[in-house]
């Protein structure tokens, strides 16, 4: 079954031929797995398959989005198998790994775990892009600036900040205010 769904989504939005592609012409460059529930089996199969899919001329980027406590409950297998470009870990809605107001420890030492354990290109720090954005781990951005960001940068595979959602972003302004401190 992963080979067949690798199959489809070459075929129908990568790099592949078919008559029925959703979104006409266009081509994507990779996939996402945000898996946040159901199984936790074959999403190594499925991620082994689309990456062969990298020798026929065109790079696969494949990407996560995995909860911070971890390993990800879904995704743990998945990650192991190292062919994972970037990886977008979401350190929010997970109180044991995320920051609490003033106490950095959770999440450094969570960060600390994905940057070291998880053989990825670059992995971003996850965050809600304002309080409403998640049912928790809002960083205020002079929070981020001065005390989380400092104690992450350093990692070799820190590749930046990712937020959720684009619609928060765009009422808070939040990417605008931490840009310069990425």
């Not at 489809?8 to 790099?15: A, P, R, S």
């Not at 997970?94 to 003033?102: D, E, I, L």
């Not at 619609?167 to 990417?175: C, M």
Request: net charge negative.
């Amino acid at each position: 079954d992963a080979k067949q769904v690798a199959d489809y989504l070459w075929n129908n939005f990568l790099g592949g031929q078919s008559s029925n592609r959703p979104l006409g012409d266009a081509v994507l460059d990779g996939i996402d797995f945000d898996i946040e529930g159901g199984t936790n089996l074959h999403w190594d199969d499925l991620a082994k398959y689309l990456s062969q899919y990298s020798n026929q001329g065109q790079k696969v980027y494949l990407t996560a989005a995995p909860q911070c406590p971890f390993p990800d409950a879904w995704l743990g297998d998945a990650l192991k198998t190292g062919l994972f470009d970037y990886v977008w870990v979401q350190f929010y809605n997970n109180p044991p790994c995320q920051y609490t107001s003033g106490n950095t420890a959770n999440l450094v030492n969570a960060w600390n775990q994905w940057t070291q354990d998880i053989q990825a290109t670059q992995i971003f720090l996850g965050l809600p892009a304002s309080p409403e954005a998640a049912g928790s781990g809002f960083i205020p951005v002079n929070d981020l600036t001065s005390q989380v960001l400092p104690a992450i940068k350093g990692a070799s595979k820190y590749g930046g900040v990712m937020l959720w959602s684009k619609y928060y972003d765009d009422q808070t302004g939040y990417s605008s205010s931490i840009k310069n401190a990425v």
